[in-house]
């Protein structure tokens, strides 16, 4: 059973900067992508980052500049550097893996940004 849980969200004001993990843990087994997915209050889940596991990355346009995608192959790991929040980077941040064996998401973590 494949677990990913994300952490290192929390509650920062504008212009500020937070860093989200999300660890994969309960098998080995190979990841492709690993993206990071945000949900506002009633919007519609939207993707903000991936990289491949050579480490080509793709962010939105809302976010370019801003925040900065990477990954640990040995850890099974990736991370989401974020700076210069804005109020409406304010969002649950999910993690997503596609991997050998199927697809997970995490739970999320809550980002919110102060004005």
């Known amino acids: 059973q494949v677990q990913l849980v994300e952490s290192g969200g929390g509650l920062v004001q504008a212009g500020g900067s937070l860093r989200l993990s999300c660890a994969a843990s309960g098998s080995s087994f190979s990841i492709n992508a690993m993206s990071w997915y945000r949900q506002a209050p009633g919007k519609q889940r939207e993707l903000v980052a991936t990289?491949?596991?050579?480490?080509?990355?793709n962010y939105a346009d809302s976010v370019k500049g801003r925040f900065t995608i990477s990954r640990d192959n040995v850890r099974n790991t990736v991370f989401l550097q974020m700076n210069s929040l804005k109020p409406e980077d304010t969002a649950v941040y999910y993690c997503k893996m596609i991997g050998t064996m199927g697809v997970y998401w995490g739970r999320g973590t809550q980002v919110t940004v102060s004005s």
């Open positions: 990289i491949t596991r050579g480490g080509l990355t």
